[in-house]
């Protein structure tokens, strides 16, 4: 949908932008099992509407061989690098790699995004620590979580409420404080940050001299960055308190949940969903060891929607101002069928673009993922980001390897270096520090902040390196 400037028509005149535009937009928004449902109210609600059983392309109108478009499925040169993408009527989602049909139905249970949220996860760390009587007070606690990943419920208020001495719920607190991610179920930033130092002290981590103790006494100053003011209350250099902010800044997060989850979590708009079918599916046509990518953006419903031609003659036989309201139903059934058709339009540009620019992570996987953006794919596309953002919203691929996943994974900056962070974690023999994970990044090329590994991988669940070697320990 390239957005290009239309001249005012005059009044009788004006183009069809809005309406068209309008819903082209709200159909693009849609995944396929919306879309679906889309489309069999309309059937329902208007007689000018019919959906024809005949195997035909819904982009060109030829007549499909088993499913597929004869034309449409034609490589568009011999260059292997560009893929064949095109709108498909396949409703299996089963198949092979190498694009042919599988007999038998694949199951996608194994590459499900796993739903976890962030009590669960913390509960899991602990579970075994703990006694039979101190299960329902994690559970309390866990429960009470913010959106911030703190606890602000005083241990004093659910010792009344359990019927128990204070040092129990200390207790139960304690531990899950030291769970990934640190400092989570804390009172306050201060207690999180005061629990996250205290850790990379024992863990043998580099900090500037009186950093905990700037932390307990001087918090305020702390958080308002006042040198000057930390220096006189603490008793060092204005150098040294530069040096403890900085510090804080860089390698502690105030915030448990954001550290885990990023700024999204608790949020329900943003929760993980579970893809099982997808709206397009990418295999390959084997060539050589160099194959050629085939991109089916799936057509929801079997058959191809098309105007009636017995309402068209109806109208004509109609009164004046039976006609009028029956020739509004056509024109929207008309409308609807254009839009339609831009929409596959649209998704089908999309993933040329994103089929050949993530050819590599299509076929090798997440370590291959290439950074891009929506903004650069709508420029090279020439349509609004809010066109491309609309695109991606609610809908999945399955790719070649059987794995469903988000079509806004293809926009994730982050996975590669994810990936190689779970790699070098896994090859370890000693636990690394996300100090020394940042130095063998930056020895491949990549230059990110200690914190920012910290972040990549609590995304990926993995525990900091003094819970990995408590862990190795104990096996």
């Keep these: 949908m390239a957005q290009r400037h239309v001249p005012y028509q005059g009044p009788g005149h004006r183009p069809m932008t809005t309406a068209h535009l309008a819903q082209t937009m709200t ?31 819904p982009t060109c109108g030829k007549r499909q061989i088993n499913q597929v478009c004869p034309s449409c499925s034609i490589p568009p040169s011999m260059d292997q690098y560009s893929p064949i993408v095109f709108v498909s009527t396949r409703r299996s989602n089963s198949f092979n790699g190498s694009g042919a049909h599988s007999e038998e139905k694949d199951s996608f249970e194994d590459f ?6 962030l009590p669960l996860f913390v ?44 040092s129990k719920i200390e207790h139960v607190r304690s531990l899950i404080q030291k769970c990934d991610p640190l400092g989570v179920a804390s009172q ?21 001299p009186s950093t905990i103790e700037a932390l307990e006494e001087g918090f305020y ?10 220096a006189k209350l603490v008793g060092i ?24 989850w990023g700024t999204q979590w608790n949020q329900t708009d943003d929760l993980p969903v579970r893809y099982q079918d997808p709206d397009v599916i990418i295999s390959y046509l084997k060539k050589d060891d ?28 109609s009164d004046e101002e039976k006609a009028e309201k029956l020739n509004a139903e056509y024109q929207k059934a008309n409308l609807l069928i254009k839009c339609l058709n831009q929409r596959n339009h649209t998704l089908v540009q999309l993933m040329q673009k994103l089929a050949k620019e993530q050819r590599d992570y ?68 000693k636990p690394l520090s996300d100090t020394k994970i940042t130095k063998l990044l930056k020895e491949r090329g990549f230059d990110i902040a200690r914190r920012t590994v910290a972040k990549y991988r609590s995304m990926e669940g993995i525990l900091p390196a003094h819970l990995r070697k408590n862990n190795k320990s104990d096996l």
């Design 112 to 117: 499900s995004a796993e739903s976890e949220d």
């Design 362 to 429: 299509i076929l090798k996987g997440d370590k291959y993922m290439k950074p891009m953006t929506r903004a650069s794919i709508a420029e090279d596309l020439n349509v609004h980001e809010s066109t491309i953002s609309r695109a991606v919203s609610s809908k999945s691929v399955q790719l070649p390897s059987g794995k469903i996943v988000p079509i806004s994974q293809f926009f994730d900056r982050s996975l590669h270096i994810r990936t190689i962070i779970k790699e070098l974690i896994s090859d370890e023999g």
């Design 290 to 317: 160099d194959p050629q990518l085939m991109v089916e953006v799936l057509w929801p419903i079997y058959g191809n929607l098309k105007l009636n031609p017995v309402f068209r003659k109806v109208i004509s036989g």
């Design 188 to 208: 306050s930033s201060q207690d999180a940050l005061i629990i996250q130092a205290k850790s990379l002290q024992e863990a043998g981590q580099e900090m500037p």
């Design 221 to 230: 100053e702390l958080s308002h960055k006042n040198h000057r003011a930390l």
């Design 27 to 57: 159909l693009l928004e849609m995944n396929n099992n919306e879309l679906a449902e889309k489309i069999q109210r309309e059937l329902a609600n208007n007689p000018a509407l019919e959906v024809r059983e005949d195997f035909r392309c």
């Design 237 to 260: 250099s204005i150098n040294d308190a530069k040096n403890i902010i900085q510090f804080i800044s860089e390698n502690l997060n105030p915030f448990p949940a954001h550290s885990h």
């Design 123 to 166: 509960l899991n760390q602990i579970r075994t620590e703990l006694e039979p009587d101190e299960r329902l007070i994690a559970a309390t606690i866990l429960t009470s979580l913010d959106d911030y990943g703190l606890c602000p419920t005083p241990s004093i208020e659910m010792a009344v409420f359990h019927h128990v001495p204070l």
